[in-house]
Structure formats: structure tokens, C-alpha cells
């Protein structure tokens, strides 16, 4: 397997994690799509108790196309081990429920995934774990959150839909000597624009069904890390059953391959699209950490390389205007998902926070003209020219 570690990033994504010459000399990695492995003798059955590397057993365990996605994405993130899900939000919850136990304390922002904080403020109650919800970047709160059965603080950065960045080194010196293991969802970041590992994060969580695969056509989901953590998260995917087929695993390496070109591309679009919006007369506000309106600016530009392709912005404060303009968008599509190469837009108001009322809603941010813009690899242009005859 390619190892890569001293080359660019580029040629990391296209050729790390996977193997050189295979047994059928495919320049992409084969797709084993198998449920099951056969034994060539009784003496290799022998040899698998005993760690016989390169063997697989079942496909709920490990098959090649997934080991080879591992191996890139450990790489890209600069981390010991990694572990593939079929989904982002399997991710999550199986690596907690791996690392939590009944009894124990978790700590959670307020601005989290919306999925992840039903999770810990529901499901894990069912188990008898507790869970404390704090105001992102309220350092002061998060301190006096901890109590002593605290086993995890998690959090995102940037987070959804306003992108507000945690300050890594400020958040790590909390946390530093308790014990306490800090989880950081780096979806939107990706491995390109922040290494929260670098700052002594203990494990990055991704839905690599958003940048990482790039293309809107799979889910999936990687925690990255310390082979000490990461191996117990595994040992409980083979209990729990989240595991990811071979497709959208090799559908994730292909994703991979462009990755650095397509997050340069959603970098600069992202940049271009936030300074057009902020001074359209028509938009109120824009969120973009790019922007130095940002509150998190600062923080951002230290230790984030790019800021992304999510640009949200408020228009007129009436959901009817909102949807009327997003109906008037040609190239642009309607959707709630990221990171892939064509553009998305959103309103959460209506797409996402249909199920709760309109106070609820109001009392988590989420206003009636708040819009969630997902840049694709279009050019700018032409995406700027979609927005500003559809801002009428």
C-alpha cells in the first residue's frame, strides 16, 4: 500500500492508501464487491486468529476498496488510523456509543448538526449517559460544563448554517490533562482547509458524502485518528453493522482523486460569491468566514487555509420571498445537501426545520430569510449572474 507521506497533497489524493501493481493491473483500485471471502486451504482458516495480514473474512469486517479509501483518507488528515461508515451520522453514533459508556457525561455546542444533537440529547439519554448543551465559542460555559463523569466534548467547525469556528488552540487548552476526549466534526472544513489533529484534537469526524466524495452520489462517513481510538470504533462496527459497500467506496477514492482541485475551486468561488452577496442590495447579511463581517475572522484565518463553498446569507425576512427567489435560480439547483460540484441552495426555515414550530425554530437562529448557498466548481460568473437575476 502507498504510503505518501512526504508527497504534495494532490498526488497524496490521487495515489496514497491504494496498491501500486494489483492482482489484475487496474490503475484504479478494483472493485471487490463481495459479501464474503473464500479460503484457498484449511491453513489459511489457521492462520486468521493469528493476524494473517492482507486476508479478509467478511464484508461486514473489511473488504480491499474500503482498506484502500482508509489508507488515502488517513493520509489527506495526517492521522494514525481511519475508519469508513456508510453514512456520516453512522460515524457519529457508532463512535460514541464505542467511547461512552452508562454513567458517563457528554458535552455538546448548541450548533451542531441538528441529527447529532437529537442523538445526544435523546438517544443517549436512553442509556443513561448525560449530555450538556453549550452556546458555541462560549469558552467559559464549556469550562464549567465539565463535570467529573465527563468523557467527551464534541463540537463542529466550522458549524451549520452560520460557520462559526471554534478556536482549536484555545478549546485544546481546556480540555488539556482531563482526561477528556475532544471530537471534532470537520465536515466543512475537510481535510484540505483545517487539520484539527494538529491541534491535539482527538478524533475528526467527516460525512464524506459532502466534499470528500464531491460528487452527490454517495454517503458516507470517516472518523480519523489514533489507532488506539480508532481500532475500538472499528471493534464496534463490526458489532453495530454500519459498514460501507465496495461502490461508494471506490466511488469515494474516485471522488478523492480531484480533491485538492476541487476544494481550491470551492475555496475561490465561495470567496467570490460571499464578497458579491454582501454588497447586493438585496441581501442583509452574509456568513462567510472569508469575510472579516465574520465574527470568527480572526480565528479563521489562522488556522483554516480556505473557507469553503457554504456561503448563508439572509434576504428579506418573509419566506415567501425566499422561496420565490430561489425559484427564480437557473443554474443553481434546490437542495440540502454540500460539497459537491454542482451548487445547492437551501432554505431551512421550509427544507429543514419543517417538523418544529416557528419558535422553536426562531429560538435556534434559524430566521425566516436565512438562506444556505452550497458552491459548486461552476464558474463564478456564471453562478454570480444566476444569484443577481434571481435577487429581484
Known amino acids: 500500500m502507498k504510503k505518501g507521506k512526504n508527497w504534495g497533497f494532490s498526488t497524496n489524493s490521487v495515489h496514497a492508501g491504494e496498491i501500486r501493481y494489483n492482482e489484475y493491473g487496474a490503475i484504479t483500485t478494483p472493485i471487490v464487491q463481495t459479501s464474503t471471502f473464500i479460503f484457498k486451504n484449511i491453513e489459511e482458516i489457521k492462520k486468521l486468529p493469528k493476524g494473517m495480514t492482507g486476508r479478509y473474512e467478511y464484508g461486514r469486517y473489511g473488504h480491499p476498496t474500503q482498506v484502500a479509501a482508509e489508507g488515502k483518507l488517513a493520509i489527506l488528515e495526517g492521522a494514525e488510523g ?4 456508510s453514512s456520516g451520522m453512522s460515524a457519529i453514533t457508532t463512535t460514541l456509543f464505542s467511547l461512552l459508556k452508562a454513567g458517563d457525561h ?3 455546542t448548541d450548533d451542531a448538526y441538528k441529527r447529532t444533537l437529537d442523538f445526544c440529547k435523546t438517544c443517549l439519554g436512553r442509556f443513561n449517559i448525560g449530555c450538556t448543551v453549550v452556546k ?4 467559559d460555559a464549556i469550562k464549567k460544563a465539565i463535570k467529573p463523569n465527563t468523557r467527551i466534548f464534541f463540537s463542529e467547525s466550522p458549524t451549520n448554517p452560520y460557520l462559526n469556528i471554534m478556536d482549536l488552540e484555545r478549546l485544546m487548552r481546556i480540555f488539556k490533562g482531563t482526561g477528556i476526549l475532544v471530537i471534532s466534526d470537520s465536515t466543512f472544513a475537510t481535510p484540505y482547509n483545517q487539520r ?3 491541534y491535539g484534537i482527538d478524533l475528526v469526524i467527516h460525512s464524506a458524502t459532502k466534499y470528500l466524495g464531491g460528487h452527490n452520489d454517495i454517503l458516507s462517513g470517516v472518523v480519523l485518528g489514533r489507532k488506539k481510538l480508532t481500532n475500538v470504533v472499528r471493534e464496534y462496527l463490526k ?3 454500519g459498514c ?3 461502490h461508494p467506496s471506490y466511488l469515494l477514492i474516485r471522488g478523492l482523486k480531484t480533491f485538492e482541485l476541487r476544494m481550491q475551486r470551492h ?3 465561495g470567496q467570490k460569491i460571499a464578497e458579491f452577496l454582501e454588497n447586493h442590495p438585496k441581501v442583509q447579511r452574509v456568513y462567510y468566514p472569508g469575510l472579516p463581517s465574520h465574527p470568527h475572522y480572526k480565528v479563521a484565518k489562522k488556522q483554516m487555509k480556505g ?7 439572509e434576504v428579506k425576512n418573509d419566506v415567501s420571498y425566499a422561496l420565490k427567489f430561489m425559484s427564480r435560480l437557473k443554474v443553481i439547483n434546490i437542495g440540502p445537501s454540500l460539497g459537491g460540484v454542482e451548487s445547492l441552495i437551501t432554505h431551512p426555515a421550509t427544507i429543514s426545520y419543517y417538523a418544529i414550530s416557528k419558535k422553536e425554530r426562531l429560538a435556534l437562529g434559524i430566521k425566516d430569510g436565512l438562506i444556505r448557498l452550497a458552491v459548486g466548481v461552476e464558474n463564478a460568473k456564471d453562478l454570480i449572474a444566476d444569484l443577481d437575476q434571481a435577487l429581484v
Open 82 to 85: 481511519a475508519v469508513l461508515f
Open 106 to 108: 457528554i458535552i455538546i
Open 136 to 139: 458555541m465559542c462560549d469558552y
Open 196 to 198: 484539527p489533529l494538529e
Open 239 to 241: 458489532i453495530t453493522g
Open 244 to 246: 460501507i459497500d465496495p
Open 267 to 269: 475555496n475561490e468561488n
Open 307 to 313: 473557507f469553503g463553498g457554504v456561503v448563508t446569507f
